[in-house]
Every structure is written in structure tokens, then in C-alpha cells.
T-cell receptor
Framework: GENVEQHPSTLSVQEGDSAVIKCTYS??????FPWYKQELGKRPQLIID?????GEKKDQRIAVTLNKTAKHFSLHITETQPEDSAVYFC???????????FGKGTKLSVKP | GAVVSQHPSRVICKSGTSVKIECRSL??????MFWYRQFPKQSLMLMAT?????????EQGVEKDKFLINHASLTLSTLTVTSAHPEDSSFYIC????????????FGSGTRLTVV
């Protein structure tokens, strides 16, 4: 089955700096890669996603890149703000079975 | 947009009793629903996948007789934790997907289960 590795587990940045979180996946059949932000005790919130037919996607301060050959994808947050502080999860799934498998998460702290 | 309602949000039960958690898709028909468990400071671990009208597919290590999943309609899936023990205390979250061509996964608000 799919295995998703996520790094780093914790990340601390100064307000205004950029933050990068990286994930790798094992199943070459995976074709959908969402990123979620989760606050304590809340449901995961989708912040951006990318499909395997696209190499990069951007939404304001957030961008995701995908390298299918290397089977890794990354989340980039620019101009970080204190409210960006949360736990971020990457995930991967295949279209057929559709199981969404999560990475272990990254706790991002943005210091004012 | 797609909305998934999950109840209860919190439940405390005694060891040995059973607890049922409901997951409803409010404005779409969910052909597939997923159940996750999340321990404190850990990731969401997939427990099982359920398709309407068929038996759930459980992930390795998840006891199907302990975690009963029923997906009797296109809008409702239930997870019953049977003979609950303190180690079952966790955050349980469901997710629903409209169809195999729709990549969107909609999450419920989660259920905090505490077994005392």
C-alpha cells in the first residue's frame, strides 16, 4: 500500500520568512496530493491540492510542487504570518481505490 | 459545497460499553466513506474504507469485529466501537467522497472518544 513520508516534523520560522515542507510517496499509481492544515481538535482543512498531470500550483502565498519521477511533492508558504502556525499534513491517494494516506505531519510555528 | 456532519462531537463511555459514531453527507451522495483515528500529536491513520451497500475494507491491524462499520445508504455511515477500552480513547474522523472521479475529500468535524 501507499506510504507517505513527511519532513520536517517541526518547523519554526520568523514572521515574513518562507516555510517549506516536503513529502515523498511510494505508490507510483498515486495521482492526487492534497495538503491540509489542522488546528488542535479540529478537522483537517484543505489548503491546496495538486494532481499528477500538473507540476506546480499556486494560490496566493501557498504553492505546491510535484515531481512524479522522484515521487515527492512540497508545500511552500511565503511571507508567513503567526496565524499560519498549525500542524500541516500532506496526503496521497489513487483515483481508483481512493484511500487518502497521510504523512505524519509538520508542526509549523511562526514567531512574530 | 460538500458538507459532512459527524456526531457526537464528544463522548465519554465506560469500559466494556459500545459507542456509535455517525457520519452524514448533507448535500451530496457519498459513494465512499473513510474512517480515521488520530491519537494526540499524531497523524490521521486510516482505519477502514466503506462503500455503500457492501462490507467495509479494513486496514491491516484494525479489528473488524471491534470497529463495526455500516454504510447502509449513500448519505450515512456509522462506526461502532464495541467493548470499548481506555486504549480506544482517540479522535475519530470520517471523510466522504462523492465519486471515484471527484478527488475532493470532505471531512467530518471529528468525535473525541474518552473511555473511562
Amino acid at each position: 500500500g501507499e506510504n507517505v513520508e513527511q519532513h520536517p516534523s517541526t518547523l519554526s520560522v520568523q514572521e515574513g520568512d518562507s516555510a517549506v515542507i516536503k513529502c515523498t510517496y511510494s505508490d507510483s499509481a498515486s495521482n492526487y496530493f492534497p495538503w491540509y492544515k489542522q488546528e488542535l481538535g479540529k478537522r483537517p482543512q484543505l489548503i491546496i491540492d495538486i494532481r499528477s498531470n500538473v507540476g506546480e500550483k499556486k494560490d496566493q502565498r501557498i504553492a505546491v510542487t510535484l515531481n512524479k519521477t522522484a515521487k515527492h511533492f512540497s508545500l511552500h508558504i511565503t511571507e508567513t504570518q503567526p496565524e499560519d502556525s498549525a500542524v500541516y499534513f500532506c496526503a496521497a491517494s489513487t483515483g481508483s481505490q481512493g484511500n487518502l494516506i497521510f504523512g505524519k505531519g509538520t508542526k509549523l510555528s511562526v514567531k512574530p | 459545497g460538500a458538507v459532512v456532519s459527524q456526531h457526537p462531537s464528544r463522548v465519554i463511555c465506560k469500559s466494556g460499553t459500545s459507542v456509535k459514531i455517525e457520519c452524514r453527507s448533507l448535500d451530496f451522495q457519498a459513494t465512499t466513506m473513510f474512517w480515521y483515528r488520530q491519537f494526540p500529536k499524531q497523524s490521521l491513520m486510516l482505519m477502514a474504507t466503506s462503500n455503500e451497500g457492501s462490507k467495509a475494507t479494513y486496514e491491516q491491524g484494525v479489528e473488524k469485529d471491534k470497529f463495526l462499520i455500516n454504510h447502509a445508504s449513500l448519505t450515512l455511515s456509522t462506526l461502532t466501537v464495541t467493548s470499548a477500552h481506555p486504549e480506544d480513547s482517540s479522535f475519530y474522523i470520517c471523510s466522504a467522497r462523492k465519486d471515484s472521479l471527484n478527488y475532493g475529500y470532505t471531512f467530518g468535524s471529528g468525535t473525541r472518544l474518552t473511555v473511562v
